[in-house]
């Protein structure tokens, strides 16, 4: 039998329901939409049960001056629709980054966590650098990174 549980490569506007029910809840449809989202550098990856998108993640090459990392790449968008969460599928998404990554002969992921979700990222092995900081219109939020 086929795997029914499955992740793919993606495109940016097959994120939008996701980021928008998990991250923009309450927004315009529009502002699920982020700059760069359509580079040819730029890459999404859904989690699939059946034919049901049910969660995301994009990887956007990206340096942070923060880092002294000649290619490294950013975690943006990271969302499962909430009647999955807390079941392994924000792992696997972050896990299929990494292996993307690392495949892409980058050696550091970065990205700026919602302060809700650093746990789970500190589980995973990131770390916190500097202090917690605010992203109008989203909430507070601390840059995290890990290298690979």
Not at 29 to 49: K, P
Not at 109 to 122: D, H, L
Request: aromatic share 12%.
């Amino acid at each position: 039998m086929k795997n029914t549980h499955f992740i793919q490569e993606i495109t940016a506007i097959d994120t939008y329901p996701v980021r928008h029910a998990i991250l923009r809840a309450g927004k315009p449809i529009e502002s699920c939409h982020f700059v760069g989202d359509e580079l040819s550098s730029t890459h999404h990856f859904g989690y699939y049960i059946t034919t049901e998108l049910i969660g995301v993640i994009s990887l956007f090459e990206a340096e942070n001056t923060t880092f002294e990392q000649q290619k490294s790449f950013q975690i943006r968008g990271m969302a499962v629709l909430e009647s999955h969460q807390k079941k392994g599928i924000g792992e696997a998404l972050v896990r299929e980054a990494e292996t993307f990554c690392k495949k892409q002969k980058t050696t550091l992921i970065w990205f700026n966590a919602r302060t809700s979700a650093v746990g789970f990222y500190k589980k995973m092995g990131y770390e916190i650098e500097g202090n917690e900081f605010e992203i109008q219109e989203v909430g507070p939020h601390f840059l995290m990174y890990k290298k690979i």
